[in-house]
């Protein structure tokens, strides 16, 4: 069974940082592209951070320069390295296995909650 269970998340203030961190278990993670997605209140779910198997990035314009993916393959754990942040980044986060597109496999874990707030 494909599992994928997010945590991390909690109330930082502008500026300060966060470390996500995503267990997956039930598939080949070591040659599955994973990705983190997030959803704002009243906004659709959008692309943060993706990595390939091969260790190719992408990330969101606003992201760039402050979030990291760093993937732990024997550990079968992907983590969103968040420094720099901003209000607007407060939303749910959530990770997932995704096709070479970053297109999201149809099965979401619970999310974890980020607020930036002062």
């Known amino acids: 069974q494909v599992q994928v269970g997010e945590s991390g998340g909690g109330l930082v203030q502008p500026g300060g940082s966060l470390r996500l961190s995503c267990a997956a278990s039930?598939?080949?993670?070591?040659?599955?592209?994973m990705a983190w997605y997030r959803q704002a209140p009243g906004k659709q779910r959008e692309l943060v951070a993706g990595?390939?198997?091969?260790?190719?990035?992408t990330y969101k314009e606003s992201v760039k320069g402050r979030f990291t993916i760093p993937r732990d393959k024997a550990q079968n754990t992907v983590y969103l390295q968040m420094n720099s942040l901003k209000p607007e980044d407060t939303a749910v986060y959530y990770c997932?296995?995704?096709?070479?597109?970053?297109?999201?496999?149809?099965?979401w874990g619970k999310g974890t909650l980020v607020t930036v707030s002062s």
């Open positions: 039930g598939f080949a993670f070591h040659i599955t592209t």
């Open positions: 990595m390939t198997p091969s260790g190719t990035t």
């Open positions: 997932n296995p995704a096709s070479s597109t970053y297109v999201a496999w149809d099965m």
